[in-house]
């Protein structure tokens, strides 16, 4: 859910919330839009908003209007864990 759009000197800096499983993930599998279709794309991973669970911000270089954007994003799936393949690891301390 987008929390907040701000655009200052070139940068629109998106404030958003993810939920579910794989946070991080979902965090950073988005991107914005012009009209035209012209992805922007942030140079950076989101960061997390300070004392705030599951929030996040982007920043994405661009001159374009923000009424002419559109988030953007992918479908995912949940992980799905292959008994067969699990391993257990013993540390010794």
Known sequence: MILDIQKENGIITLTYEVEGQ???????????????????????????VSGKINQYQLAFPSSADTADLYVATIEMNSLQYLEDLEITLEIDR
Do not use: F
């Open 22 to 48: 794989h946070a991080y993930q979902q965090a950073n599998a988005l991107w914005i839009e012009n009209g035209k279709g012209k992805r922007y794309d942030s140079r950076q991973p989101a960061e997390r």
